[in-house]
T-cell receptor, first 116, second 119 residues
């Protein structure tokens, strides 16, 4: 069974540009979560999508947005990039909405975004 | 607000030593899950263990064991007979609460402990 797949692996953008990161969940998983892991700041919750709807978002500005497609894959868009957006962006998926935490929460390998 | 504290920033041990990673958490929820994840240099977060707040039974799984004490809000993780391949960053995480079938889908992570196992 394929795991959570993220693309691209690395992305280099210039300040002010837009970045698009993609995530394909494990087959059958309907929920997708996004986290930011910036140096020195640990892992911060960004967004949760389930069945195509945004269910929750973390304490991030509106220029961080995303969507979930009918096949449950997801995109994270970061507009007007700033230097401090440089981070590892991790995606996770779960079988159902995470109120059933015992279904697990599987992470991908991440996209490393560098803003110059 | 939820909070997870991993007081140990870095731990260095020699192969075959036992090592315990500490985790203390804060939450007002009565039902929640606690997790340990491992992050090798490749970046992927690898799931290790999960414990429901109602289940304080401590278990051993291979070289891994954990000590969950709700009274002290601690969820410590032990690797027995450490190996070089155990070198990684280890994260403790706390789920938001769930009640009546709803949750906010969020994990709160500690800052991580860098474990280095020397041969």
């Amino acid at each position: 069974e394929a795991g959570v797949t993220q693309s691209p692996t690395h992305l280099i953008k210039t300040r002010g540009q837009q970045a698009t990161l993609r995530c394909s969940p494990i087959s059958g998983h309907t929920s997708v979560y996004w986290y930011q892991q910036a140096l020195g700041l640990g892992l911060q919750f960004l967004l949760w999508y389930d069945e195509g709807e945004e269910r929750n978002r973390g304490n991030f500005p509106p220029r961080f947005s995303g969507r979930q497609f009918p096949n449950y894959s997801s995109e994270l868009n970061v507009n007007a990039l700033e230097l401090e957006d440089s981070a590892l962006y991790l995606c996770a998926s779960s079988l159902v909405g995470s109120w059933r935490w015992d279904y697990g929460y599987t992470f991908g390998s991440g996209t490393r975004l560098t803003v110059v | 607000a939820q909070k997870v504290t991993q007081a140990q920033t870095e731990i260095s041990v020699v192969e075959k030593e036992d090592v315990t990673l500490d985790c203390v958490y804060e939450t007002r929820d009565t039902t929640y899950y606690l997790f340990w994840y491992k992050q090798p240099p490749s970046g992927e977060l690898v799931f290790l263990i999960r414990r429901n707040s109602f289940d304080e039974q401590n278990e051993i799984s291979g070289r891994y064991s954990w000590n969950f004490q709700k009274s002290t809000s601690s969820f410590n993780f032990t690797i027995t007979a450490s190996q070089v391949v155990d070198s990684a960053v280890y994260f403790c995480a706390l789920s938001d609460g769930y009640a009546g079938g709803t949750s906010y889908g969020k994990l709160t992570f500690g800052q991580g402990t860098i474990l280095t196992v020397h041969p």
